[in-house]
């Protein structure tokens, strides 16, 4: 311990700290720890590591399985995309529901006691890592492609909606539900819950009562997605209408509920 | 310097701290006691802007926590050493608090050494980490950025004797350097040894402070003593004035040790032991949270010797 005993910086006489030379923390380095955290333990890597070794083994099968006159690069971005689509929401929640499940929050929010600015840099990185996928995914679609030597054709609807906004949406929806529940295994059971049984019980309830098919892309999220997936048509007024709307109850709300919830709970 | 000033934080009807008011001063261990539960953990998770208070405010050389910019290179702090994800290694962990606070990773090889965590444990993932080398890296973590003030919870938790020994060190020696440090622990022992200064609390309020000999002065002298030929001696005392009664395989008599020595001289008695009984820290402890205790404490359980 002779060589490392470390210097105590002298206080002053009065006990006073000075802090006038001591910078706060850039938001860019937040961002790049908060990247970092997201995939510097063994869970982090293999789940963002198997998003993408799922979306290669789902486009090599549908490559060689699926009737050749509908494969086309849009057919395969769709095919990567969507898979993607599935899982990036729970690496979003992971990244938020971790400081509260395994508590890491403590020291988080101990070395920057900005909450908001941890959440933004949480955001960002989130984005960053997000975005880093949607771009994978790409490339495993037209690998794809290449394989099956389908047509170069995608429809800009299809690639700007179905492909990139739709993921986005994705980021963003993992990122409330993480924040709203700060529990892994719940926000990962919630967001099942909400993309898989909800459009599912919506559909048998619109089956049978015709006012509520009518109604539910209003108020059902997944249901109003389904137009950002019809190609090179252009969301009508009415569908941007219903994926504003169901879009606030379903991805606005949560995410202010939650950003709420999160920068005044006490972390334990 | 750490001020807590008329600090409250209640949960609902439940005062956690209660009008809680202290100084840590910079060059002073400041220990901080109390049973489980009293407040200690919640009074320093207010200090570093985790849990706001009800009332009262604290200041950490003169700035409110949250006011300290990059905190870490000022207030090291320790508040769960268990409180890291199970999955990441050692290395991992203090290389994010070194990155967050803008400091070099050799800053990190630096630090474990300085804990004496081994390169081959620093890689190990903290869930296969002993409460103590948790420890270990948790009091790393809050000297990484060379901070001046040291706020620790509970950092002799699960440490080995030998472990403990190291902390005292390594505390002692940061205060003397003009360290501010505060402790706390529900181990009167472990503080004891490593405080200038003590904070006694017990069900959210102080119920005293001071330097151990302040603390202990007004304590009734006592002494314990053990003899070849006690009865003798027990007469030989109560000859004197001093009343003298069985306490183990000995004698507890109210009186300085000069005086049961003065009285087995005269008596011609063979002392095998002579020392003071008076209450310690332990006794006054006990007494000053009696109400607060969640065992009633039984009275021979606190007599030193009492019993053995």
């Not at chain 2, 290389?95 to 804990?115: C, H, K």
């Not at chain 2, 069985?246 to 005269?266: F, I, K, N, S």
């Amino acid at each position: 311990m002779s060589t490392t005993t470390p210097p105590v910086q002298p206080a002053a006489p009065s006990g006073s700290l000075d802090i006038s030379s001591t910078p706060p923390v850039p938001f860019g380095r937040l961002v790049r720890v908060e990247l970092r955290k997201s995939l510097d333990t063994r869970a982090g890597r293999w789940f963002a590591g198997s998003i993408v070794a799922l979306c290669l083994a789902i486009v090599l099968i549908t490559a060689f399985a699926a009737p050749d006159a509908a494969q086309d690069l849009g057919f395969f971005l769709t095919v990567s995309g969507s898979t993607l689509g599935y899982f990036l929401p729970i690496l979003l929640i992971l990244m938020v529901t971790s400081e509260w499940s395994q508590r890491t929050g403590l020291v988080t929010f101990t070395l920057e006691p900005h909450r908001a600015r941890v959440v933004g840099a949480k955001f960002c990185a989130g984005l960053l890592l997000g975005l880093g996928l949607i771009v994978l995914a790409f490339a495993i679609g037209a690998l794809g492609n290449v394989i099956a030597g389908g047509d170069w054709e995608v429809e800009t609807g299809l690639l700007v909606n179905g492909f990139l906004v739709a993921n986005l949406i994705g980021i963003v929806l993992g990122f409330a539900i993480g924040m709203l529940l700060m529990n892994s295994p719940a926000a990962i059971v919630a967001y099942f819950i909400y993309t898989l049984v909800l459009p599912i019980a919506v559909g048998i309830l619109g089956a049978f009562q015709e006012w509520f098919a009518d109604l539910a892309p209003w108020i059902e999220f997944n249901t109003a997605q389904a137009s950002l997936f019809e190609g090179d048509a252009v969301p009508t007024g009415e569908e941007l209408g219903q994926l504003l709307v169901s879009g606030f109850i379903w991805l606005v709300v949560p995410f202010a509920v939650g950003l709420w919830r999160l920068l005044r709970a006490e972390p334990k | 310097m750490i001020t807590v000033e008329g600090l409250t934080k209640t949960y609902g009807g439940f005062r956690a701290v209660d009008d809680v008011s202290f100084v840590a001063q910079p060059g002073r261990v400041t220990g901080f006691l109390g049973p489980n539960g009293a407040g200690k953990t919640t009074t320093m998770r207010i200090m570093v802007g985790l849990t706001p208070p009800t009332q009262g405010r604290v200041t950490i050389g003169g700035h409110a926590y949250q006011d300290i910019p990059n905190p870490g290179r000022h207030v090291g702090v320790l508040l769960d050493a268990s409180a890291q994800h199970a999955g990441r290694t050692g290395r991992e962990v203090l290389t994010i608090g070194a990155r967050t606070m803008g400091l070099p990773d050799s800053r990190v090889d630096e630090i474990l050494e300085m804990v004496s965590l081994t390169p081959a444990e620093a890689k190990r993932r903290v869930r296969n980490y002993s409460l103590g080398m948790r420890q270990r890296l948790g009091v790393a973590h809050a000297l990484l950025g060379d901070p001046s003030v040291l706020i620790l919870d509970e950092p002799a938790n699960g440490l080995d004797p030998a472990g403990i020994r190291w902390m005292r060190g390594l505390l002692k020696g940061y205060a003397d350097r003009g360290g501010t440090v505060l402790l706390s622990s529900h181990l009167l022992h472990e503080v004891e040894q490593i405080a200038d200064e003590m904070i006694l609390i017990g069900r959210g309020r102080i119920v005293a402070q001071g330097d151990k000999k302040t603390l202990l002065s007004g304590q009734a002298a006592s002494s314990l003593v053990t003899s070849l030929d006690n009865d003798a001696l027990a007469r030989a005392l109560s000859a004197a004035g001093h009343s003298a009664s069985p306490a183990g395989e000995g004698l507890r008599v109210d009186c300085e040790t000069a005086e049961v020595g003065r009285a087995a001289l005269a008596a011609g008695v063979v002392l095998t032991d002579l020392r003071s009984g008076a209450a310690g820290l332990e006794d006054l402890f006990l007494e000053l949270t009696a109400d607060t205790q969640r065992e009633g404490h039984p009275a021979a359980a606190t007599a030193q010797g009492g019993a053995a």
